[in-house]
T-cell receptor, first 113, second 116 residues
Framework: ETGVTQSPTHLIKTRGQQVTLRCSSQ?????VSWYQQALGQGPQFIFQ???????GRGNFPPRFSGLQFPNYSSELNVNALELDDSALYLC????????????FGPGTRLTVT | AQSVAQPEDQVNVAEGNPLTVKCTYS??????LFWYVQYPNRGLQFLLK????DNLVKGSYGFEAEFNKSQTSFHLKKPSALVSDSALYFC??????????????WGLGTSLAVNP
């Protein structure tokens, strides 16, 4: 098991609502990346945070936003939820931003109805 | 643009037989290549990576992968498959240029089924 934890494990929300997902990174890791994994797909990069600043973003709309805290834990916020936002959201921590192997949490399964 | 292809959606092998899960890539500059495994209802687990050096990389659980620059491939291999190896395998790549080129791009995954 990695030291990366995510909460909650599962979540059901209604279209139009807002959601916050949380991630605690592995000890000593200052970089957190968030991914969306739809059923039957590979992970899609949402964004990365390094030392509390956004450090790269994938092709996701602005209603996907994030934060990283001084202890390097992180939040993913999604506003105005859409049905297509239903997916497994994965958090990964790494010791550096660039190309280091990433250690993944178990994910949060979000269902939007 | 960077891309990763895993040409097989599913691979079936008998326990004890060798297995290969294929991956090809397209990236600017020298590639960094990774293999991850995902068990049902679990996050992804790092298996191995190629950065530089020996083209044959050894990783966790007896897996290895061979980097072939001319064929732009990074196939995952194991000499003798176990039923417990049954899972979803992802290949990922990043480039060596600045900016988002360094972010990991993921394949769609290959489902490995090892039959007893």
């Amino acid at each position: 098991e990695t030291g990366v934890t995510q909460s909650p494990t599962h979540l059901i929300k209604t279209r139009g609502q807002q959601v916050t997902l949380r991630c605690s990174s592995q000890s000593g890791h200052n970089t957190v990346s968030w991914y969306q994994q739809a059923l039957g797909q590979g992970p899609q990069f949402i964004f990365q945070y390094y030392r509390e600043e956004e450090n790269g973003r994938g092709n996701f709309p602005p209603r996907f936003s994030g934060l990283q805290f001084p202890n390097y834990s992180s939040e993913l916020n999604v506003n105005a939820l859409e049905l297509d936002d239903s997916a497994l959201y994965l958090c990964a921590s790494s010791s550096t931003p660039d190309r280091a192997e990433q250690y993944f949490g178990p994910g949060t399964r979000l269902t939007v109805t | 643009a960077q891309s990763v292809a895993q040409p097989e959606d599913q691979v079936n092998v008998a326990e004890g037989n060798p297995l290969t899960v294929k991956c090809t890539y397209s990236v600017s500059g020298n590639p960094y290549l990774f293999w991850y495994v995902q068990y049902p209802n679990r996050g992804l687990q790092f298996l191995l990576k190629y950065i530089t050096g020996d083209n044959l990389v050894k990783g966790s659980y007896g897996f290895e992968a061979e980097f072939n620059k001319s064929q732009t491939s990074f196939h995952l291999k194991k000499p003798s498959a176990l039923v417990s190896d049954s899972a979803l395998y992802f290949c990922a790549v990043s480039g060596s240029n600045a900016g988002n080129n360094r972010k990991l791009i993921w394949g769609l995954g290959t489902s490995l089924a090892v039959n007893p």
